[in-house]
């Protein structure tokens, strides 16, 4: 089973030609609103591939909240750990698409009062866990009491340091697989991605977009390549690799292997509109592997 500890936002999408510069007024072609939030997505990325997951997050108790709830479980995401909030607004992710790029602004709301306390009481949901994954849309000390716990429970946490800003450098010490990509990597580190890979190897993966991704396995970099992809939308193509490499994981397959399936994901992930809309099954996945897609 993967448990993941983290947001639920619903995304807020306008398309638009062009991103408007300070102060200017521009015109879009569409707004949309769609599930979204790294932790939903990443647990929806996992689920869709076939894995037995569930979630632990807050939402509020308002229209937003139902419907994000609603969509993990269509998602065959357990939402047992998912706590309804009456005092908070759920939490939203306000997203500018334009020319495959994006730009996004998220607001927490309910996702800051996924507290330490809260993690304490979902601790025999957890302990069934085979892996753990966390983001950092959710309040710091609750990443940090959620590594405390997996570590002293035993079980490997993958965590994807997105946004990077609150990243602790104590979080390491508890942390199985760090999941940065490149500017996140050099933003945590202050060096140079090779240098930092090489002081945690076979912990530090590196995601590098349509390039791959790269770790140092003790002795040498581990470079795994891309796929080709027709881009559409590129929200959410990170959360996809994470799910797929915690799904990947707990199937038993070794790092570079799993790294390879986690790239693949998120190759098909880019090639349709919104955060979970081009997210695969496992078939679609393997059918990109052996190049049939």
Same mark, same amino acid.
């Given at each position: ?18 991103? #408007?510069? $300070? ?11 769609? #599930? ?13 591939? @076939? ?21 993990? $479980? ?6 047992? @750990? ?33 507290? /330490? ?21 959710? #309040? ?15 079980? #490997?946490?993958?965590?994807? /340091? ?5 990243? $602790? ?10 999941? /940065?990509?490149?500017?996140?990597? =050099? ?55 994470? @799910? ?32 979970? @809309?081009?997210? /695969?099954? *496992?078939?679609?996945?393997? $059918? *990109?592997?052996?190049? =049939?897609?």
């Amino acid at each position: 089973m993967i448990t993941v500890v983290g947001s639920i936002n619903m995304d807020l999408v306008v398309q638009t030609d062009d991103f #408007p510069q $300070q102060g200017e007024t521009i015109l879009g072609q569409s707004f949309t609103t769609v #599930p979204g939030g790294k932790g939903a997505n990443q647990a929806v990325a996992a689920a869709r591939l @076939g894995g037995n997951v569930q979630m632990i997050a807050s939402v509020g108790k308002d229209s937003f909240g139902k419907e994000l709830r609603d969509n993990l $479980q269509a998602n065959s995401v357990n939402c047992d @750990g998912v706590l309804e909030n009456n005092a908070v607004a759920s939490g939203i992710a306000n997203i500018l698409l334009s020319g495959g790029d994006n730009r996004i602004i998220v607001v927490p709301g309910a996702n800051y009062e996924l507290t /330490p306390s809260y993690i304490e009481e979902m601790k025999k949901i957890i302990q069934k866990s085979q892996l753990v994954i966390i983001q950092q849309e959710i #309040p710091i000390p609750t990443i940090m009491y959620t590594l405390k716990l997996c570590a002293k429970l035993g079980i #490997p946490v993958l965590l994807n /340091p997105a946004p990077a800003g609150g990243f $602790q450098k104590e979080f390491l010490a508890y942390t199985t697989f760090l999941t /940065p990509n490149e500017t996140e990597c =050099e933003h945590i580190f202050g060096v140079n991605m090779e240098a930092a890979l090489e002081r945690y190897p076979n912990q530090l993966i590196v995601t590098l977009g349509s390039e791959g991704a790269r770790f140092f396995d003790g002795e040498k970099h581990v470079i795994v390549e891309g796929f080709k992809t027709n881009v559409v939308d590129t929200t959410g193509a990170g959360d996809t690799f994470n @799910g797929a490499l915690a799904y990947a994981i707990v199937e038993g397959f070794d790092l570079k292997e799993a790294v390879k399936f986690a790239n693949a994901a998120g190759s098909l992930s880019v090639e349709k509109f919104g955060a979970q @809309g081009g997210m /695969p099954t *496992r078939a679609e996945v393997e $059918q *990109r592997l052996r190049g =049939e897609s």
